[in-house]
């Protein structure tokens, strides 16, 4: 297992001092948990920020170092300026607000961005010290979105993970960012990019094509010669270790006090971080409407609503708890008695056996986040519960609703709904509510959160990793080895390679520099030259047909080795299904100004170059689908291109030009292809072993060398014959 490096904003340790000294104690959170194994296997490190340390004398930091240390954790130290404006300010009054659909919480003026970039620098620059060739990097959380492109920037060949912890939300929301496109850029210099569920990778694809024009073909993206997956991977927790800790005797007997307190009562629970994504003011309106419209309840029902503190400095904040202890407040003297009030509010929060203790006596968990990324508290309820007993009544708007679908999924925003669900909730039977958690905790023990960290760096590993960068190897370096070639053969494309892209192809015709080009190129001793392109045999003859040099049409459907010969199709290639395929390529072409459907002989083209490029990205993704779905297995084969989808018959392929234009070749020739796209990497991969393969432009190719473009492509053409 290669080392791994953790980078997170906050360290899994709490610093902790009192008059004996200083200690670090390791957290015993989900996250701090599952990486756990990895951290200490590989032999990794740790790389955050360790909390406040600002007011321990210097004695007591060198102790914390050397404890950190031990615990191969490398700390990022924050001033109170930068906590102040990177994590509380654009993390979590900008991205955090933002992800979970509450645009109205979002500061008017971005005051903090310059100072986010800055300490994502700062983790960058950190990592970059400790890395070790080979190593492996998980880059964690909203609060570091920047640090893989920079890490990217730093450490090309480097092996890189992201996982993104709270929701992404739909590319509509999130392109109001200022910053949008500084934020996915930084995300796309990861090798993988894991979500909690499909709709987030949906989300982020999403925006990916609103945003950059860039597709993701499956489960992956193309971005600057290499790819980026893509894939959800829902977070776990420590489930065995919360069954085994439900069954110790000091839970046991604190869960029997809970019931005996609750005698004659139904309770229901609810745990959260007092934070307004969490729901809290709906559900507790919930209660109250349930309270008022049933009044058998009344006296009957009791909801502990733990509510840990969270961010108490930010205003947001603060008057958010002042909102909910006025309900609180409201709906007991409403429905409370001497005796007894229907909520208990505990404003603290609770240790792991406490916690423990009430998920195994609670008889319903109300958990009803407004928006929330997992929610791991509705996991921890299920594993709790190893007398498969308890309902769990969820929000459909939580990330483990797509897992935990036998819950009682609710609105959380549809308050008597939400009274409806915990009614029925209280009044399920119990052979319904032991076969509902019986399911439940089947999915949280089997993916758990060492399932979790398991299939992330599993796929991690398996994600091919950037490849050397080939612009070293490129005009120059391939030019000596055309000029020491005994003889040549050029293969060259033409739209994308000789020519600029054009809104309308048949725009695309050569200029008089080109035709020059191409004649003094016949001209050059021991060089024959061909043309081999996606282009009808009609419109190569008639822009290059009078030139000396062999012509290749339609990917190499049609050729003719010289002016005056006769065109020649391969043998065997149908025709027949374009009559299927051109009424489907037409009503795409209805469907928006711009799109225009090529007829060649073996080949249909949908042209979408002049059509709005995020409109044109998603309908040729959604072209490909339809096509892939109604023809599959069939002779077609459907190809993606620069502002094109090509549908030729299968076994058609610039590759098979190669071995015709070889025969009868004289002894020494050196074959150098030239090309751009998806097409040409046929040619090249069909190149004999000394060929010499060069690709026009930034995309991922097979070929050793490498220049930017048309304009280089003359120049290096013209160099040769100087």
Not at 19 to 47: F, M, Q
Not at 480 to 504: K, N, Q, S
Not at 692 to 703: N, Q, V, Y
């Amino acid at each position: 297992m290669s080392r791994l490096l953790l980078v997170s904003n906050r360290l899994p340790v709490t610093v902790k001092a009192d008059k004996d000294g200083v200690s670090v104690v390791r957290s015993a959170g989900g996250l701090a948990t599952g990486l756990s194994g990895p951290h200490e296997n590989s032999g990794g490190l740790w790389i955050g920020w360790p909390g406040d340390v600002s007011r321990l004398t210097q004695a007591q930091r060198t102790s914390v170092e050397e404890q950190l240390t031990q615990q191969r954790c490398v700390p990022l130290y924050l001033s109170a300026s930068e906590v102040s404006r990177f994590y509380e300010g654009y993390s979590n009054q900008v991205l955090w607000p933002l992800c979970h659909y509450l645009l109205e919480r979002v500061p008017r003026q971005d005051r903090d961005w310059d100072i986010y970039r800055k300490v994502n620098e700062r983790f960058a620059d950190l990592t970059v010290q400790h890395y070790q060739p080979g190593d492996t990097i998980w880059v964690h959380d909203y609060q570091l979105m920047l640090v893989p492109a920079l890490l990217r920037a730093r450490l090309p060949q480097a092996r890189i993970g992201f996982f993104h912890h709270i929701p992404f939300p739909s590319s509509e929301i999130f392109r109001t960012l200022p910053h949008r496109l500084e934020l996915v850029r930084g995300l796309l210099g990861a090798d993988l990019i894991g979500f909690h569920t499909n709709s987030y990778v949906r989300h982020f694809a999403s925006t990916l094509v609103q945003l950059c024009g860039i597709e993701k073909v499956g489960d992956r993206i193309e971005q600057d010669g290499r790819q980026v997956r893509l894939g959800a991977f829902p977070m776990g927790i420590d489930a065995e270790s919360f069954e085994s800790q439900v069954q110790e005797p000091a839970v046991l007997e604190e869960v029997r006090m809970h019931r005996e307190k609750s005698a004659g009562q139904r309770l229901v629970l609810g745990v959260d971080r007092l934070d307004y994504t969490k729901g809290i003011p709906r559900r507790l309106l919930a209660v109250q409407r349930l309270l008022e419209r049933e009044p058998a309840w009344r006296g009957k029902l009791r909801l502990v609503q733990v509510a840990v503190p969270s961010r108490s400095t930010v205003a947001d904040y603060a008057a958010y708890r002042e909102r909910v202890d006025e309900l609180v407040g409201r709906i007991n003297s409403l429905y409370g008695s001497v005796h007894s009030v229907p909520i208990h509010y505990l404003y603290r929060s609770l240790n792991a056996r406490q916690l423990a203790a009430l998920y195994r006596a609670a008889d319903v968990m109300f958990v009803t986040p407004i928006r929330d990324g997992m929610n791991l508290v509705a996991k921890e309820f299920c594993a709790a519960r190893p007398d498969d007993d308890g309902v769990l009544v969820l929000s459909e708007f939580a990330g483990a609703a797509d897992e935990l679908t036998d819950a009682v999924l609710v609105n959380p925003y549809d308050v008597d709904g939400m009274a409806d669900a915990l009614e029925a909730a209280l009044e399920m039977p119990e052979e319904e509510r032991r076969t509902r958690m019986r399911a439940l905790r089947v999915r949280v023990k089997e993916y758990d959160v060492h399932w979790w960290v398991r299939s992330f760096l599993d796929t991690l590993q398996d994600t091919p990793t950037a490849p050397p960068r080939v612009e070293a190897r490129g005009a120059e370096d391939a030019l000596a080895l055309m000029r020491e070639a005994p003889a040549l053969h050029l293969l060259l494309d033409y739209d994308g390679t000789l020519v600029p892209f054009t809104a309308r192809p048949e725009q695309a015709s050569p200029d008089g520099e080109l035709l020059e080009l191409l004649k003094r190129l016949t001209e050059r001793p021991h060089t024959r030259v061909s043309i081999v392109s996606g282009r009808s045999r009609e419109v190569l003859e008639a822009w290059v047909g009078a030139l000396p040099m062999g012509l290749h049409a339609e990917h190499g459907l049609w050729s003719r080795p010289a002016p005056g010969e006769p065109w020649k199709m391969l043998e065997d290639v149908p025709t027949d299904w374009k009559h299927l395929v051109r009424p489907i390529l037409d009503a795409f072409a209805a469907r928006v100004p711009g799109a225009l459907v090529e007829e060649k002989h073996a080949s249909l083209a949908w042209h979408y170059r002049q059509v709005e490029p995020v409109l044109g990205t998603k309908l040729a993704r959604e072209l490909r689908m339809h096509l892939g779905e109604v023809f599959a297995h069939g002779p077609l084969e459907v190809l993606p291109g620069d502002k094109v989808v090509e549908v030729r018959a299968r076994g058609v392929n610039k590759g098979r030009v190669v071995g015709r234009v070889m025969e009868g070749q004289a002894p020494g020739t050196r074959v150098v292809a030239i090309g751009d796209d998806r097409t040409d990497e046929d040619l090249f991969a069909a190149l004999p072993p000394d060929g010499i393969a060069i690709h026009a432009g930034g995309k991922e190719s097979r070929a050793g060398y490498r220049v930017k473009g048309p304009a280089e492509v003359r120049q290096l053409l013209a160099a040769l014959l100087k």
